[in-house]
């Protein structure tokens, strides 16, 4: 008798589809019963009798399907995700996954509980290791709906999903298997039960998690890049006892590339209460960043409890603020309520110009910041430091922190510093000077923490290596990116010169709740000659709201693609798949990249090296947003049009090919039928 899972396993029940059909319900139900309550509560009535159904609907199925799925194997309320979510069955056959959600009673195929089946089959081929190799088939079964024609349609290893009711499911799992192909792998469910399953959850889906009281254990991928970043959490936490019970004041540093998990870790300690009774907040200055995040709590917690969206709202906006605001506040004297503050994204403070300028003060950010928080009798402030994410003028970067901390030090206020090491001495890691001065003679105490640093991306869980193919190619390092794209498993970025073909692509991606969206850069004014609109100013924030909340149905949505957003309003946020709109504010040239600003009516090249960077850095933000793809398009040109020479758009192109993009040839049929 096979051996069955034990509580520790991700399915309630699994077993060879002869044992499940020999097995007594009263038995496979209790199995159900006790997985569920070592997780949740007692299984309700409900439940108990939803579970009766499926099993009868189950065992007719595989009757009538017949002797060839006795050696199928079945698992049942299959764990997906590490918060709760589950699918009804896996049915696995050679070859082929095919998940089954029920819908026990529903006499039609709901819109909700099609997406959810198809978000089940996206998720394994992602993030699921013994899905990767097998054809994925997503089936809807409402069991008094009516009948449906079935034909199993793939793209990308995912069937196109199947809907079934209670009488014709064998009719569907029998098409599914199909597509196996004669293969003769043997279906035993251990193998998919203890296969590894990965999840790269988005910022968004991450911060509900952390808000609705899970860990950064329970959300992450479970592989080395989350245990670093699991040691990050647990060295920042540590940082934030010993300040408090040492009543000292602390300030951390971390380090790491784009998409490493920054922004997680400071939520992970603004939105959970692991130190104390003291309140913490995540700061901002980027104020889209801010809104999103907080609208989206707001809307997740007002479900969830029941709470007024005006009450979840406020909640919500105590914990993640506006950095600029927050100062504002506090400049006056008055003393903070929070000991425990993030700052996000803290290589872009502003120097002293720029806080005379904003707060009538010659000081830079972190003065302003470190003489705030010497108020309290004890605090720990965590940067959170990202490179060549710079954007706008003023913002000095780590040497600013560490000329600010020697001043402070000086007037007698006692700071300590934890930081990574490549946050102490500079270099690509934070696309610039560190905190020490030239010499690296620190006159301030110092601590090295290699657990600040963080190597890893998060975010590009397809291709990991998207941040360094980024970095080269934006050096001008052509043959370097080129190299570095030979390395991945699959191509840093399609090319395409056609905005139709492009929004095509990006189309067939929107199964399974995938997010999509157009993106250009906020110097890319003449793209609205392509048709390609402008795109929402960094204080527009309800458009930028909708464009990430909305699903593709709303005009106002990313996935709708009639809106893009530019670096403003997408830095420190993310896209499954983007369409990157490329404009004639970057071109390439015989020294490399050139920048130019639009001075109507014609272009002009950009000589301040300082706007240089920016530039390049604006197409670096867009260019490390997508989770799972990238598609750039590049206009032809107008010959009759000055703004828009072909010639300078080709040199792009050629530069992008060069760099070890690949052609976007043509959309292939969306989905293949197969006889």
């Known amino acids: ?103 026990v009673g529903a006499s039609r195929y709901d819109s909700a509980a099609w997406l959810q089946t198809e978000s089940y089959a996206h998720a394994l081929r992602d993030f ?38 209670a009488r014709t499911l064998a009719v569907g799992l029998d098409a599914a298997a199909q597509l196996g192909h004669g293969s003769n792998e043997v279906q035993n469910w251990r193998e998919f039960d203890e296969s590894p399953y990965r999840p790269t959850p988005t910022i968004i889906d991450a911060a509900r998690a952390i808000y609705a009281g899970h860990q950064i254990a329970e959300i992450g991928r479970g592989d080395a890049s989350d245990e670093a970043l699991q040691r990050t959490a647990s060295a920042l936490k540590a940082a934030v006892r010993d300040a408090e019970s040492r009543r000292e004041k602390t300030v951390c540093f971390v380090t790491g590339a784009p998409g490493a998990g920054k922004t997680l870790l400071g939520l992970d300690l603004a939105l959970t209460r692991t130190h104390g009774a003291a309140p913490a907040v995540l700061l901002s200055g980027n104020r889209p960043l801010v809104h999103v995040l907080t609208e989206a709590l707001a809307t997740d917690s007002a479900a969830r409890t029941q709470m007024s ?39 872009r403070a502003w120097d002293a110009q720029v806080g005379e300028k904003l707060l009538g003060r010659p000081q830079s950010e972190p003065e302003i910041f470190l003489d705030i928080l010497n108020r309290l009798p004890w605090a720990c402030l965590v940067c959170l430091v990202g490179p060549g994410q710079e954007i706008n003028r003023g913002e000095g970067g780590l040497a600013l922190w560490g000329a600010a901390l020697a001043k402070a030090v000086a007037r007698g206020q006692p700071w300590r510093v934890l930081a990574a090491p490549q946050a102490l001495r500079g270099g690509p890691a934070v696309a610039g000077p560190g905190l020490l001065p030239t010499e690296g003679i620190a006159s301030f105490p110092v601590h090295e923490e290699p657990r600040f640093h963080l190597t890893n991306s998060l975010r590009a869980f397809r291709n990991e290596r998207q941040v360094q193919w980024v970095a080269k190619l934006l050096e001008g390092n052509l043959q370097g990116a080129r190299n570095v794209a030979a390395e991945m498993a699959v191509p840093p970025a399609l090319l395409s010169r056609d905005l139709s073909e492009t929004k095509a692509w990006l189309r067939q991606y929107r199964r399974g709740g995938r997010s999509t969206g157009l993106l250009a850069s906020s110097g890319a004014v003449r793209l609205v000659a392509d048709g390609v609109p402008p795109a929402p100013r960094s204080n527009e924030l309800d458009a930028i709201g909708h464009w990430f909340l909305k699903p593709f149905t709303d005009y106002r949505s990313a996935g709708a693609l009639e809106t893009p957003l530019s670096e403003f309003g997408c830095q420190g946020l993310e896209v499954d798949y983007v369409g990157l709109c490329w404009g004639g504010d970057l071109l390439w040239g015989e020294t490399g990249w050139m920048a130019r600003r639009m001075r109507a009516p014609r272009w002009q090249k950009v000589a301040d090296a300082e706007h240089q960077r920016f530039r390049v850095n604006s197409y670096r933000v867009l260019l490390t947003r997508a989770r799972a793809g990238t598609v750039i398009y590049v206009p032809q040109g107008a010959d009759e049009d000055p703004t828009r020479n072909p010639s300078d758009l080709d040199s792009v192109a050629d530069a992008l090919m060069r760099a070890g993009c690949q052609p976007l040839t043509g959309i292939p049929t969306p989905l293949r039928v197969e006889e």
């Not at 199995?31 to 509560?41: D, G, I, M, P, Q």
């Not at 990767?132 to 024609?149: N, S, Y």
């Open 1 to 103: 008798m096979t051996t069955q899972p034990t509580l520790t396993s991700r399915s309630f029940y699994a077993a060879f589809v002869s044992e499940f059909l020999e097995a007594d319900d009263d038995q496979i139900i209790g199995k159900l019963s006790r997985h569920h309550v070592a997780l949740h509560e007692a299984a309700e009535g409900e439940q108990i009798r939803a579970w009766e159904r499926e099993l009868k609907i189950l065992r007719t199925a595989f009757q009538v399907v017949g002797e060839k799925c006795a050696t199928w194997s079945i698992l049942l309320e299959v764990s997906l995700h590490r918060l709760g979510k589950r699918l009804d069955a896996v049915v696995l056959s050679p070859g082929v996954v095919s998940v089954v959600e029920f819908k």
């Open 128 to 165: 699921h290791q013994a899905s990767q190799t097998r054809v994925i088939v997503p089936i809807l079964c409402a069991e008094k709906g009516p009948d449906r024609p079935i034909r199993v349609r793939t793209f990308e290893g995912i069937a196109d999903l199947i809907e079934t009711n």
């Open 309 to 347: 969206k005006e009450k979840a709202r406020q909640q919500a906006d105590a914990a993640i603020q506006n950095l600029l605001g927050y100062l504002k506040q506090y400049t006056t004297g008055e003393v903070p309520p929070e000991h425990v503050i993030v700052f996000d994204e803290a290589q």
